[in-house]
Nanobody
Framework: QVQLVESGGGLVQAGGSLRLSCAASGGIFSRYAIMGWGRQAPGKQRELVATITGGGGTNYADSVKGRFTISRDNNKNTVYLQMNNLKPEDTAVYYC?????????WGQGTQVTVSS
């Protein structure tokens, strides 16, 4: 059974930093899996903000480019999201995502709140 467990969320002031972690289990963390982070703010649709391939290739949403960095540790089956220069508009529930066609998994999420 695939499980994605996020941690590291919290309350931070604007301009601050947080590092999210996602521990994957159940055989999803293969070199074929694309890992990512999405977020959903109240009243908005969930958006994917960062992805990383098994080979380390990354992609970012324009809204976080230059501020967020995604990385993965294949030995620990863990993916990270380093978030710097946080803004109030980054406030959302952040979800870990794993895609290995045809499967698409989401974690339960961790709250990130950025105060102004």
């Amino acid at each position: 059974q695939v499980q994605l467990v996020e941690s590291g969320g919290g309350l931070v002031q604007a301009g601050g930093s947080l590092r999210l972690s996602c521990a994957a289990s159940g055989g999803i963390f293969s070199r074929y899996a694309i890992m990512g982070w999405g977020r959903q703010a109240p009243g908005k649709q969930r958006e994917l903000v960062a992805t990383i391939t098994g080979g380390g290739g990354t992609n970012y949403a324009d809204s976080v480019k230059g501020r967020f960095t995604i990385s993965r540790d294949n030995n620990k089956n863990t993916v990270y999201l380093q978030m710097n220069n946080l803004k109030p508009e980054d406030t959302a529930v952040y979800y870990c995502n794993a895609v290995e066609v045809p499967y698409n998994y989401w974690g339960q999420g961790t709250q990130v709140t950025v105060s102004s």
